[in-house]
């Protein structure tokens, strides 16, 4: 018997796949600094903890398929605060921002669909376009860059009649670029001139480090029927186990395609809706000082790595994420070689090989996403033992 080509086509997590050989290092005693998955250290709001513990419901029930109405109403006083203004009948909860992703290309793309993305991205993006069918292409940017967004014509050059998006992470998963307004409006141009979708994954939307303003794909005017936004509370609220996301229209014809990929899926999980609900209540001062510590964490990071000899890492504007440059002969094997060869004092680091985030083969082969979502203290340590792990690397390269 033959699993299915879908299934062989189906790449494996470059946050993930490296987890054995952490999971080898820590039954023989070391410690592992995971800076490879965006999971946080921060604790979650205790309103949101509060209402998981004081439950007191007689059945667990199904909620509507696109999630309980007075999440949904609370969601819209949310996203006014950032000018973005909405109805409840224009926001779908989803089980996690994936599921929107998924169910967004579901409803919009057919088998052999092209979406233009920007290289590196978030690699679930195309587990999810393999999954319906659809085929990601990229436009390229550079981390010498600092991975700003493409020109027009960089664009266009990708555009064919098989074209129907064009899918951003603002602020960008795994670079941590913010797109200015400038190059919103360029993406704006390119929507409207050629009728695409704008796909906008927004999830760390709280988390900008310049004075530049957040610009939402819906603050684009003259594309509001085109504009599909992907959010989550995952990250916000460090809340990635409740699996609450969210799919946001305005137009009608796709939200009533997605509701029947909600209703096939029956519903979003009940107590991460709970636990979400109360979270939109939490007091400002929980989020800035969250802000404040990821601030933090990237000043520290960022200048750690670029003392490392023969790092580089651009200052990410956004979100809790980095690429950077390592002088190895391959991030992958160099990021298996610290987990499985490799410890300092007892520990080791984690990192994502960037490879996985790119398009083509070969591609970002030098780089590693880094995640800095663990406290500074254990971000100094994780340093320390990259920089003795690139010292004592057999594949470094001597620039």
């Known amino acids: 018997m033959k699993i299915s080509q879908r299934a062989i086509n189906m790449p494996s997590s470059p946050i993930r796949r490296l987890a054995p050989y952490a999971d080898a290092a820590k039954r023989n005693g070391i410690h592992v600094y995971h800076l490879n998955i965006g999971q946080p250290d921060i604790k979650t709001p205790k309103c949101g903890i509060d209402a998981l513990n004081h439950i007191d419901r007689d059945i667990l029930e199904y909620s509507p398929s696109d999630g309980y109405l007075s999440l949904r109403t609370k969601m819209v006083e949310y996203y006014a605060q950032y000018g973005i203004y909405l109805s409840p009948n224009e926001i779908i909860i989803t089980t996690g921002g994936s599921e929107a992703v998924l169910f967004a290309f579901l409803a919009c793309l057919s088998p052999g669909d092209e979406v233009i993305v920007t290289d590196p991205f978030y690699a679930n993006y195309m587990a999810f376009a393999i999954s319906v069918g659809a085929v990601i292409k990229s436009v390229k940017t550079r981390i010498e860059d600092g991975f700003r967004l493409p020109s027009v014509e960089a664009f266009e050059e990708q555009i064919t009649d098989k074209t129907k998006a064009i899918l951003i992470c603002n602020p960008n998963n795994p670079t941590g670029y913010l797109y200015s307004r400038k190059e919103m409006n360029r993406l704006r141009d390119i929507v409207k ?111 750690g790595l670029n003392r490392i000899p023969g790092v580089y890492s651009p200052i990410p504007m956004g979100a809790f994420y980095t690429v950077a440059k390592l002088p190895v002969d391959d991030a992958e094997s160099f990021c298996i070689w610290c987990l499985s060869e490799f410890q300092w004092e007892g520990a080791t680091v984690m990192l994502a090989p960037a490879s996985g985030f790119y398009t083509e083969p070969g591609e970002g082969r030098q780089e590693v996403r880094i995640a800095y979502v663990l406290c500074k203290e254990d971000l100094a340590k994780a340093l320390v033992c990259l920089e003795k792990a690139l010292e004592a690397y057999p594949g470094r390269i001597e620039e």
Do not use: W
């Open 193 to 303: 001139k050629h009728d695409l979708y704008l796909f906008s994954d927004e999830v760390y939307r709280e988390f900008i480090y310049t004075g530049m303003p957040y610009i939402s794909a819906f603050h684009l005017q003259g594309i509001e029927e085109n504009v599909v936004l992907f959010d989550s509370v995952s990250k916000r609220y460090s809340e990635c186990g409740i699996r609450i996301g969210a799919l946001c229209t305005k137009n009608k014809t796709i939200h009533d395609a997605v509701m029947k990929f909600c209703q096939a899926r029956l519903s979003p999980p009940l107590i991460g809706q709970i636990v979400a609900e109360a979270s939109l209540g939490v007091q400002k001062e929980y989020l800035q000082s969250v802000y404040e510590e990821y601030l933090d964490r990237r000043n520290f990071l960022i200048d």
